[in-house]
């Protein structure tokens, strides 16, 4: 579905991207590991065109998207992707009902007097019923994160980009959160690109695991056999070990 070559992002002297190469099948989840400033977060922004690259091609279902300049055709490309913000990013002002049809409004055609009936059944897709008229201050961190993703849903996206989905959450919880991730991807199809630092739901969820180190993509394997990789880098990572290749400044 997506094909990413030779990509660069910097800001300002600080080169984040330096020539990223990567390929994410439709269908599939794809998750994108590494550590903290490694670029992950930049990534995903330059897919769904919040960032613009300055060199390198996006490639999306055949189409290069990667220096779009007129806002319809941006439009047009980001009704494609839903994205999680690591926070959920709802609004706190509104209820769960309308923050979950918030999009519709802005990136639909969608009849007004459909959104309870897409609300109800989106919340219900993520495991939640009844809660429409609640405010996002009186749900727990994992009702809020649902909500977030029933509202990314409302909008059928082809695909959805999370951004440390299970950040902040107990270990039951971001259960949960992983079976949700591949419930959808068994009952819509949808496209699942995911960051985290989560190793265990990681290997849990990935059909493909990419690690991306110095700005450039390190290792890009199936689950098992990123698992079982000997690649240096990726080996540290998995095994969250001080000795290898990859020093951190430790101050004392």
Request: hydrophobic letters at 40%.
């Amino acid at each position: 579905m997506i094909e990413i070559k030779n990509l660069k992002k910097s800001f300002g002297s600080k080169h984040i991207l330096k020539g990223v190469d990567l390929k994410i099948n439709g269908g599939e989840v794809t998750t994108i590991v590494g550590g903290s400033g490694t670029g992950k977060s930049t990534l995903i922004k330059c897919i769904i065109r919040l960032l613009e690259p300055e060199d390198g091609q996006i490639i999306v279902e055949g189409k290069d998207i990667t220096h779009i300049k007129s806002e319809m055709e941006l439009a047009e490309h980001r009704r494609n992707f839903g994205y999680l913000f690591q926070e959920g990013a709802l609004f706190d002002s509104l209820t769960v009902g309308e923050n979950v049809a918030f999009g519709l409004k802005y990136l639909t055609k969608i009849p007004k007097a459909d959104y309870p009936k897409i609300v109800k059944e989106k919340l219900a897709l993520v495991g939640l019923k009844d809660i429409e008229n609640m405010k996002p201050s009186e749900l727990s961190g994992g009702m809020k994160k649902r909500v977030a993703l029933a509202r990314v849903l409302a909008k059928n996206p082809k695909a959805i980009l999370y951004d440390e989905p299970t950040s902040g959450l107990d270990p039951i919880m971001s259960a949960v959160i992983n079976e949700l991730i591949l419930d959808l991807k068994k009952k819509l199809g949808v496209t699942s690109v995911v960051i985290t630092h989560d190793m265990k739901s990681a290997f849990e969820i990935s059909n493909t695991m990419v690690m991306l180190y110095n700005g450039k993509v390190e290792l890009a394997a199936q689950a098992e056999k990123f698992k079982n990789t000997k690649n240096p880098y990726a080996k540290q990572f998995i095994e969250g070990s001080v000795k290898g290749p990859i020093q951190m400044a430790i101050t004392k």
